[in-house]
């Protein structure tokens, strides 16, 4: 998969994703982390909740049901997931975003 993000993001460490088919370049922060994201396959997601996630849709669909509400994203679109709401959706192939998360260790830096 070509990525559709420059250097110098594609050379931040690489997160590990559990996801089959994401790719995610990781900026680190004390409070927070900041993941550039792209996905080549389709991807579910289960219901599952965390910190507050906000999203910027560069390419793409990603279709989110947030504490029970049903959205579709596109590019140029943005989301917000409060802190703790349950949220589950579909990830399209071809899909990248720049996702911010309010934690600093959602996710680790792929060995």
Known sequence: ??????????????????????TAYLSQAETHQLLFMQFDQDLELPEHAHAAQVGFVLEGTIDLVVDGQAYRFTK???YYIPAGSPHSG???????????FEEPS???VKA
């Open 1 to 22: 998969m070509s990525s559709v993000f420059p250097e110098p993001i594609t050379s931040l460490p690489i997160a590990h994703m559990p996801q089959p088919g994401a």
């Open 106 to 108: 959602r996710y680790a």
């Open 90 to 100: 579909k990830i399209h192939a071809g899909y990248a975003d720049i996702s911010f």
């Open 76 to 78: 140029g679109d943005r």
